[in-house]
């Protein structure tokens, strides 16, 4: 089974609005990412953080880890129609990448 | 751009067939990754080379191999293909660190077995 697994497996809400996607894990990490996928291509890395880091920003991304639960949340705020796409977190086990099977965010106009 | 280069972008072929995907990672990174992401399976990862090197093994078919040239590009062969193998095929490489870290994706290969 998948060592990341996304929640909600899908969400739409409107332009503006915060959206809120969880990923939990199973076994201990050292970090976790999340990626962006719009539909037929590439992943596109949106953020990493570290196991020993609890929270972590990047423009309109929110970040957070929580270890003793293992789980994160990413949080894009004032979201816009360009962020319709599929997200998703990977965690690492050693050297093995495990991917979740990603929440699909549609944001309408 | 990520920087990755994957060919050919789509690949239709029949059962039985067998094809080679080509990657070309970005520029100074050592580490090759191969990911099929098919509807029902989602992402699965499935070998991963570091500077001509296997460094770990996925959920990858005995039907599949893969490997690492001295130049650092990568090809993943599929054949005795089956319906079951359409999916998209993901390289992505990273810089040469020690554990899993950023991964950069190319554009895919849409791979259709009729």
């Known amino acids: 089974s998948q060592q990341g697994e996304e929640d909600p497996q899908a969400l739409s809400i409107q332009e503006g609005e915060n959206a809120t996607m969880n990923c939990s894990y199973k076994t201990s990490i050292n970090n976790l990412q999340w990626y962006r996928q719009n539909s037929g291509r590439g992943l596109v890395h949106l953020i990493l953080i570290r196991s020993n880091e609890r929270e972590k920003h990047s423009g309109r991304l929110r970040v957070t880890l929580d270890t003793s639960k293992k789980s994160s949340s990413l949080l894009i705020t004032a979201s816009r129609a360009a962020d319709t796409a599929s997200y998703f977190c990977?965690?690492?086990?050693?050297?093995?990448?495990?991917f979740g099977r990603g929440t699909s965010l549609i944001v309408h106009p | 751009d990520s920087g990755v280069t994957q060919t050919p972008k789509h690949l239709i072929t029949a059962t039985g067939q067998r094809v080679t995907l080509r990657c070309s990672p970005r520029s100074g990174d050592l580490s090759v990754y191969w990911y099929q992401q098919s509807l029902d399976q989602g992402l699965q990862f499935l070998i991963q080379?570091?500077?001509?090197?296997?460094?770990a093994k996925g959920n990858i078919l005995e039907r599949f191999s893969a490997q690492q040239f001295p130049d650092l590009h990568s090809e993943l062969n599929l054949s005795s293909l089956e319906l079951g193998d359409s999916a998209l095929y993901f390289c992505?490489?990273?810089?040469?660190?020690?554990?899993?870290?950023?991964?950069?994706f190319g554009p895919g290969t849409r791979l259709t077995v009729l």
């Open positions: 992505a490489s990273s810089p040469p660190v020690l554990r899993t870290d950023t991964q950069y």
């Open positions: 080379y570091y500077n001509g090197e296997e460094r």
């Open positions: 990977a965690t690492d086990a050693g050297y093995i990448p495990t």
